[in-house]
C-alpha cells in the first residue's frame, strides 16, 4: 500500500459505485459488493442514536455482512484503516457513520479513518509550503465564556476577530494562496439556511468570490442532518481540496483542543488524516474531534520536500527516466488504482505505462531498460499491480532475456486476481512462457482458453495477440494450412485499424507470412516479404539484421553459389568488424546472424567461412548452456555437417552433447531434420514421435466455434495429414537439403 513516513499508513480501501453495486479495492485484493447502502435493514439507526449508542453498536450487527465482513477482515489486521468513499456514491454510503460503530466491542476511533466525498479518479497531492498562512475567522462575540481560537498558539496562526475584520482580510486576500482557513462562529443549524449565525443573529457563509485554500475547517455547531456538511461540499466544490467540518455540536472547549492539537501538527508535516485520527482515539473527545469529518481528501500535509507518492505523474516518469527504481513502483501502483477507478481492464494497462514511458512496441531498447527496471521492482510492488506487470514481464522477457523466465513461471502460480478474473489476452503471455520452452501443447490450451472467453464480435481485434501467438504456434509446430488462414484474418483485421501501433503489428506478420511461406515451400514469397521488412526496419529504429540473416539462410539453402554470396559478404564485413561478441541475453540479432553464416558455409562448402565462425566457438558454446539452445545449437549443427562431408576446421563439441541439449529445449522437429541430414534415421523417426506428442493435449483443445474455418476444430485430421509429410521427408533413407526445402521442413 501507500508507503509514508508522515503516520502508519499501510492499508487503504477504496470504494466507489459501479453498475451492479459498489466496486471495493485494496492494493491486494477487490472486488464487488451488491449493495446499494450499507446497511443491513432499511430501518437504519438515527444519527443521534447512533452517536449516543455508537460504542455499543457493532458493525457486524448494522452494516450488510459481505460490508462487515470485509472491514471486519481488514480492522483485524493491525494498524489503521484508511476508508476512501466516493463522491459519486449513493448518499447512504457517505452519511453512514463507519466510524461511531465497534468491533469486538472496542471503539473504531483511531483504528478506521474515513475520507467522504473522496475524488472519483485519484490524482497526486503536493504537499503546501510550511509558510503558507493558517487563517482563523473569529466570528464569535467578544463577550464569549470560552473561546476556541484562543488555545491556540501565539504566532501560529492569524486570528481576524469580528465580522468587520473579518470581511475586510476577505476583501484584500486571495484565498487560494492560503495554507487553511478556520471558521469559528455559532452555528444555524438550519437546513437550507446559511450555516453560521452572527452575534447579531444574521446568518453567514464564507463566500466564494476571494477563492479558496486547500483546507477548510469549520468550527461550529451543526444539526443532525448534517448542515455544515452540506456546506462543506459547495466549498470543495469551488475549489477547496479539504473540508473539515463535524456531523452535530461540538463543545468549544473540545473544538478549542482540536484546534490546538491540529495547528501544532500540521506545522510539523503531519498528514490531515493522522492528526484528526490520533485527535479522536481518546475517549474525551466525544464532543470535539471524534464530530469532525473530513470531506475530499485526507492526506493534505506540508513540506517543502513532496515524497514520490506525491509527485505528479511528469515529475514521477522523470524520476523513472533517472533510474529511480522507488519511482517506477509508484507510478504502477498509480497506474493499477487509475485503471480500475476508471473501469479499464487490467490489460489495459501496458499501453498506459508504455505511453507514460514513451516505449513504442518494436523499441528494443526501450524494452531491454523496461524489462530490467521491472525485474528490481516486481517484487515490491501492490498484489494487484504484479497481476498485470507480471505478464508484461513475461512477455519482455521472453523477447529480450531468457534468463528471467524460470523466476516468472514460478511466479504465475501466486498471481491473484479475485474477482476481477484474469483478462482473455494474458492467456497470451502464459503461452508465450510455455511456448519458448517448447511445452507446445500447454502453449496451445493457454491460447484456445484465452480465444474461448474472447467475445464473438470482432474477435480478431480484441484477440489480435492471442492470434498472433497460435500463428506463432502453428508454424513451429508445422501446421502451415490453418496458420495460413489466421493469417489472412489477421492483415484484414490490420487493415482496418487506424492506432499508433497498427504499423507495427503489420511489421511482425510479415516475418510471421514469411515463416509459414517456407513452411508451404514457397520460397520465392518468403524471401520477398524478408526483403520488404528489412525495407522497412529502419522506420522501426531496426538496423535489418534479424531480415538479413533469414535471406542469408533461405538463400544458403536455395542459391548458395548465387543468391547466397552478396548476402555472406555482408554477413562477413559485420563479422570482421567485431572484435569481441558478446551478445546480449536473448535471442540478439548477432546469433541468426552466426546461424545464417553457418548454413552457407555447409551449403557453399565455404571452409574460409568456417575459419570465420570459428572464433565465435567458445562464446556459442557457453550461449549452448545458458538461455536458448536454439540458434548457438543451429550453428554447432551446421559445423558437424561440414565436418562429415569433409572440410577442414576446429572441432566443435561433441554432436552427442548438442543434440541432447537441443532435445532437452524440446527441438524436436529442427532436431529430426539435422539428424536426417546426418543419416542417423533412426534418431530422426524417434524424434518425429516427440513431435507428434506435442501437439497432443491430455483433452481437445477447446477453440472456439469461429475457427472452423481455419480447421482447427478437427485437430486429429489436421495432424495427422501433416505427420504423413513429416515422416515421408525425414524418415527415409537420404534425406537432402532439397528435400527438406521443398516440405518445408527446414530447420527455423
Excluded at 510492488?381 to 506487470?389: D, F, G, Q, T, V
Excluded at 524471401?527 to 520488404?532: A, P
Aim: net charge negative; aromatic share 8%; proline share 7%.
Amino acid at each position: 500500500m501507500a508507503k509514508t513516513s508522515h503516520g502508519s499508513w499501510h492499508r487503504d480501501l477504496w470504494v466507489w459505485p459501479e453498475a451492479q453495486g459498489v466496486r471495493w479495492w485494496t492494493a491486494q485484493h477487490c472486488g464487488t459488493l451488491p449493495l446499494t447502502t450499507p446497511w443491513a435493514s432499511d430501518r437504519q439507526p438515527s444519527t443521534p442514536a447512533l452517536r449516543d449508542r455508537g460504542q455499543h453498536l457493532s458493525l457486524g450487527a448494522v452494516l450488510a455482512k459481505p460490508l462487515a465482513a470485509r472491514l471486519t477482515d481488514l480492522l483485524d489486521s493491525g494498524d489503521c484503516l484508511r476508508l476512501h468513499l466516493s463522491l459519486d456514491l449513493p448518499i447512504p454510503w457517505l452519511d453512514c457513520p463507519f466510524e461511531w460503530l465497534t468491533l469486538d466491542g472496542q471503539s473504531l476511533f483511531g483504528r478506521l479513518f474515513v475520507e467522504r466525498h473522496s475524488p472519483a479518479l485519484f490524482d497526486p497531492c503536493l504537499p503546501l509550503i510550511p509558510e503558507r498562512e493558517i487563517a482563523v475567522l473569529n466570528l464569535l462575540a467578544s463577550n464569549e465564556p470560552i473561546q476556541p481560537a484562543d488555545a491556540l498558539a501565539n504566532g501560529s496562526v492569524r486570528i481576524y476577530d469580528g465580522l468587520a475584520a473579518v470581511e475586510q482580510w476577505l476583501a484584500e486576500t486571495d484565498l487560494s494562496q492560503v495554507g487553511v482557513l478556520v471558521v469559528v462562529a455559532h452555528g444555524t443549524e438550519r437546513d437550507g439556511e446559511r450555516p453560521f449565525r452572527l452575534p447579531d443573529g444574521r446568518p453567514w457563509s464564507l463566500p466564494l468570490t476571494y477563492g479558496l485554500p486547500p483546507l477548510v475547517i469549520l468550527v461550529a455547531c451543526g444539526n443532525d442532518a448534517g448542515n455544515l456538511l452540506f456546506d462543506g461540499q459547495r466549498l470543495l466544490s469551488a475549489g477547496a481540496t479539504s473540508v473539515l467540518a463535524p456531523l452535530g455540536r461540538p463543545c468549544p472547549a473540545a473544538a478549542g483542543e482540536f484546534l490546538a492539537t491540529f495547528a501544532q501538527a500540521w506545522r510539523t508535516g503531519r498528514r490531515l488524516d493522522a492528526i484528526l485520527t490520533d485527535a479522536q482515539r481518546p475517549a474525551s473527545a466525544a464532543r470535539g474531534a471524534r464530530l469532525l469529518r473530513v470531506l475530499g481528501r485526507g492526506d493534505l500535509r506540508t513540506s517543502d520536500l513532496p515524497e514520490l507518492t506525491e509527485f505528479s505523474d511528469t515529475a514521477l516518469v522523470a524520476a523513472v527516466r533517472c533510474g529511480e527504481d522507488a519511482a517506477l513502483t509508484v507510478l504502477i501502483d498509480r497506474l493499477t488504482l487509475r485503471t480500475l477507478q476508471q473501469d479499464f481492464k487490467l490489460d489495459q494497462t501496458e499501453r498506459r505505462l508504455r505511453d507514460w514511458l514513451e516505449i513504442g512496441r518494436g523499441d528494443e531498447t526501450g524494452e531491454r531498460w523496461l524489462g530490467e527496471r521491472l525485474d528490481s521492482v516486481s517484487e515490491t510492488l501492490w498484489p494487484l499491480s504484479r497481476a498485470w506487470i507480471v505478464p508484461l514481464e513475461m512477455q519482455l522477457a521472453e523477447a529480450h532475456d531468457h534468463h528471467r523466465l524460470p523466476r516468472l513461471e514460478a511466479t504465475c502460480s501466486k498471481l491473484g486476481y479475485g474477482e476481477l478474473q484474469m483478462p482473455p489476452t494474458f492467456h497470451h503471455y502464459w503461452s508465450k512462457l510455455y511456448y519458448r520452452s517448447g511445452r507446445y501443447a500447454l502453449a496451445l490450451h493457454e491460447v484456445a482458453q484465452g480465444l474461448s472467453r474472447l467475445g464473438v464480435d470482432k474477435p480478431c481485434e480484441q484477440g489480435a495477440g492471442l492470434l498472433g501467438q497460435l500463428l506463432a504456434l502453428l508454424i513451429d509446430m508445422d501446421l502451415p494450412a490453418p496458420a495460413a488462414v489466421l493469417h489472412q484474418w489477421l492483415d484484414e483485421a490490420l487493415a482496418r485499424r487506424t492506432d499508433v501501433d497498427v504499423a507495427w503489428e503489420r511489421h511482425k506478420l510479415r516475418d510471421r507470412a514469411a515463416r509459414i511461406a517456407l513452411r508451404q515451400g514457397q520460397i520465392e514469397r518468403a524471401v520477398t516479404l524478408y526483403r520488404l521488412k528489412r525495407t522497412e526496419s529502419a522506420r522501426f529504429k531496426g538496423n535489418g539484421y534479424r531480415e538479413l540473416a533469414w535471406l542469408l539462410y533461405i538463400e544458403s539453402w536455395r542459391d548458395p553459389h548465387g543468391a547466397a554470396i552478396p548476402l555472406a559478404h555482408e554477413v562477413e564485413s559485420w563479422l570482421d568488424g567485431i572484435e569481441v561478441l558478446n551478445p546480449e541475453p536473448g535471442n540478439a540479432d548477432a546469433l541468426y546472424l552466426l546461424r545464417a553464416y553457418a548454413a552457407w558455409a555447409w551449403c557453399s562448402q565455404q571452409s574460409a567461412a568456417i575459419e570465420r565462425l570459428e572464433r565465435f566457438i567458445p562464446m556459442l558454446e557457453a550461449r549452448l548452456f545458458s538461455g536458448d539452445a536454439g540458434p548457438p545449437g543451429f550453428v554447432f549443427a551446421y559445423l558437424h555437417l561440414c565436418r562429415r562431408d569433409g572440410m577442414p576446421g576446429t572441432q566443435p563439441p561433441p554432436w552427442d552433447a548438442i543434440a541432447t541439449v537441443l532435445e532437452e529445449q524440446r527441438y524436436f522437429l529442427e532436431l529430426a531434420a539435422f539428424t536426417a541430414l546426418l543419416g542417423e534415421r533412426g534418431m530422426a523417426i524417434r524424434l518425429l514421435d516427440r513431435v507428434v506428442a506435442q501437439r497432443v493435449w491430455h483433452r481437445p483443445f477447446a477453440f472456439p466455434k469461429w475457427l472452423e474455418d481455419a480447421g482447427l476444430l478437427d485437430w486429429e485430421a489436421l495432424v495427422a495429414e501433416r505427420v504423413r509429410v513429416e515422416r515421408q521427408a525425414l524418415g527415409g533413407e537420404s534425406v537432402s537439403p532439397e528435400t527438406l526445402l521443398v516440405s518445408g521442413l527446414l530447420p527455423l
